[in-house]
């Protein structure tokens, strides 16, 4: 089983439980519709990964830098910058054929993490930010979120059972893109303009 570290100490999910299109000018951007309820997708443990590849089996890899929240206890407890990586144009075809993303969302190596660390003790928004090659490329934080973390956590519990150690994918703000080789990708998480962790990638 894959892991995550949290306070340096290994973590071990069961599952990532993904909430898509819950920024606005993401959804736009890929020229999506608003949904009408929350769109939900799970990631299995093998999803997790320590590299960041631009292919998997041949096809191409888009980035998706969101805000990763560690379950326990009932609760959130930590949070880290996570990449949900996509097979944009399997993606693409799987939606238009209104099949399930899976093949597209959910293979091997598919979801990175940073470090996770403990959530502040703050009524601050939390955020996020990606940089890639020195370029800010996204930014967002909970504020621009259509569902909010404590919503998504409801809506979630009302058809799943989170065990300890879960991560629960929030979505991705505007500035998604293609995973080119030798990029160096920086993302970090943020909270009243300080930074909480980063994590720098160079993609493979």
């Not at 959804?27 to 960041?52: C, Q, R, W, Y």
């Not at 939606?95 to 093949?103: D, V």
Request: aromatic fraction near 8%; glycine fraction near 8%; include cysteine.
């Amino acid at each position: 089983m894959n892991h995550v570290s949290l306070n340096k100490t290994a973590v071990t999910p069961s599952k990532i439980v993904c909430i898509g299109r819950n920024y606005v000018a993401h959804v736009h951007e890929l020229g999506n519709e608003i949904p009408d309820e929350m769109v939900i997708f799970v990631k299995p443990n093998s999803a997790i990964g320590n590299t960041l590849s631009s292919l998997h089996h041949g096809d191409e890899l888009h980035y998706e830098s969101e805000i990763a929240y560690l379950y326990q206890g009932g609760r959130f407890v930590a949070a880290a910058l996570g990449l949900d990586l996509t097979k944009r144009s399997v993606q693409s075809k799987l939606k238009a054929k209104s099949l399930p993303w899976e093949r597209s969302k959910a293979f091997d190596g598919s979801a990175v993490f940073s470090e996770f660390v403990p959530l502040p003790e703050s009524d601050f928004p939390l955020g996020l930010t990606l940089h890639i090659d020195g370029e800010l490329i996204q930014q967002g934080d909970t504020r621009l979120m259509m569902y909010k973390p404590e919503q998504i956590l409801k809506e979630i519990q009302t058809f799943i059972r989170l065990d300890d150690g879960d991560i629960v994918m929030t979505g991705t703000p505007a500035g998604v893109g293609k995973v080119n080789e030798g990029a160096v990708f920086v993302g970090a998480l943020v909270c009243n303009d300080q930074q909480l962790v980063s994590h720098c990638w160079i993609a493979s």
